[in-house]
């Protein structure tokens, strides 16, 4: 089956300041790739995806990049605030199960 | 439009009871997912339902079921609680079965003692 490896564990930025969160997956069967946002007390937030034929989606001052050929997916956050400070999830769909593979979480802090 | 929602939000039981808990999805949607969230397992799928039947089954044992209502709503029950099912029950919801799009609602809370 697929396994989603997500790095790092935690990370700690200044305000302002630019966050990358790093994602790699097994199976190349894999085509959708969505990134969501988990603030305490709250369900997982959609808040971007990237499909297999797009190389880089972006969103105001979030962005997606996906590499087919490694098997690697990150999500780049510009201009941090400390609003954006959560977990963050990636995950991996493929297109026979629909059924996502998730990473283990990225908790961003983002100190004012 | 209104999300989806999950209720109780949170709960506190015994090992040995059983426990049933709720999903609305959002109006519209017709798919319906259940994912276990553990510190120590992370998000792993449970089940997914539409159209009243489960259409994809995780790798939980039979203690976890679930069923789909007419208007998409849906439950799920486990029996006979263990401490390791402690955990953040979330439902997703989807327009159709074979959507990638997923939308989380808040979950339920529980904790088995």
């Known amino acids: ?112 | 439009k209104a999300g989806v929602t999950q209720t109780p939000r949170y709960l506190i039981k015994t090992r040995g009871q059983q426990v049933t808990l709720s999903c609305s999805p959002i109006s519209g949607h017709r798919s319906v997912s259940w994912y276990q969230q553990t510190p120590g397992q992370g998000l792993q799928f449970l089940f997914e339902y539409f159209s009243e039947t489960q259409r994809n089954k995780g790798n939980f044992p039979g203690r976890f079921s679930g069923r789909q209502f007419s208007n998409s709503r849906s439950e799920m029950n486990v029996s006979t609680l263990e401490l390791g099912d402690s955990a953040l029950y979330l439902c997703a919801s989807s327009l159709a079965i074979q959507q990638y799009e997923q939308y989380f609602g808040p979950g339920t809370r529980l904790t088995v003692t």
């Open chain 1, 1 to 112: 089956g697929e396994n989603v490896e997500q790095h790092p564990s935690t990370l700690s930025v200044q305000e302002g300041d630019s966050a990358v969160i790093k994602c790699t997956y097994s199976d190349s069967a894999s085509n959708y790739f969505p990134w969501y946002k988990q603030e305490l007390g709250k369900g997982p937030q959609l808040i971007i995806d990237i499909r297999s034929n797009v190389g880089e989606k972006k969103d105001q001052r979030i962005a997606v990049t996906l590499n087919k050929t490694a098997k690697h997916f990150s999500l780049h956050i510009t201009e941090t605030q400390p609003e954006d400070s959560a977990v963050y999830f990636c995950a991996a769909t493929s297109g026979g199960s629909y059924i996502p593979t998730f990473g283990r979480g990225t908790s961003l802090i983002v100190h004012p």
